[in-house]
């Protein structure tokens, strides 16, 4: 497995995103566990969670961490996996949907999050902790700031923020004395919007993970323009268009670490095999199209 770094930490260029194992339409937990023991297989060394990915409207939070902690501890190889979780959402209902997540960036809020996510994870320290999205009732000063104690305090080794503005990552940068390790974004072929931010990313030196990076090209967009462009190239190595997807975003910049979801041992192989897929100059530009 190819790796690429966030802050000092060496990871694989491809890590999992574990959410869709604890939301609606989950697998049972044998196939969950299952499936990121084939990610660790297959050389994954970075699985991003949340304490909000739980079923909404149930008593259950933390449900992902809790499962990742059980997978790492029944794997040989979970010690050298660097976990990387995210404080300041909740699911509370399914209202106004059930993929609504009410933001909550008070400081008290994301410091006992944290401690909820040291006890779930079984660990001193999270190897790396996320502002989870902004608040728009809480100044961001003041929800970085919470990253930053915990960060001096131990509680976490780095520091990131997610769906965060270009104009927010310099401000936490600089709140977090230099110190802010990664950033996660949305990004997929069908979602570019976040691009200035990966200019950012890698100008500043700052890994970028791109979550939900197989937007517009899942099974169920077969047809449309997009997914087309990625399958035909998919076709000429004989792959599928989602190991294309990360082929194509980690050609983007050395700093960008997709984390895409997986149900299945299968296709967390598959995602895991997209590090060693090389794309023409020619292919690059055909995807490049929006």
Known sequence: MRTRQIGDVEVSAVGLGAMNLSLEDRP??????????????AGVTLIDTADSYHLAGHDEVGHNERLIAKALASH????????????GHTRPDLNPGPYIWPVNGRPEHIKA?????????GVEAIGLYFLHSPDQDVPYEDSVGAIRDLL?????RM???????????????????????????????TFRSSGPELELC???????????????????????????RFARVGQAHGVSPQQVVL??????????????????PETARDSAAAVDL???DSERAELDTA
């Open 152 to 156: 001096d305090a131990g509680k976490i």
């Open 28 to 41: 049972d937990e044998a196939r969950a566990i299952a499936t990121i023991h084939a990610a660790i297989d």
């Open 113 to 121: 999050a944290c401690e909820g996510s040291l006890q779930r994870l």
């Open 159 to 189: 520091a990131g923020v997610s769906n965060a503005s270009t104009a927010q990552i310099a401000l936490a940068h600089t709140l977090l004395d230099g110190r802010l390790a990664a950033v996660e974004n949305q990004y997929s072929p």
């Open 202 to 228: 890698h100008s500043m030196g700052i890994a970028f993970l791109p979550w939900g990076p197989m937007r517009g090209v899942s099974r169920s967009d077969a047809g449309t323009p997009v997914h087309d």
């Open 247 to 264: 082929a194509w975003m980690l050609a983007t910049s050395p700093i960008v670490i997709p984390i895409p979801g997986s149900t299945r």
């Open 278 to 280: 090389t794309l023409t």
């Open 76 to 87: 040989s190889s979970g010690s050298d996996v660097l976990v990387a979780s995210k404080g």
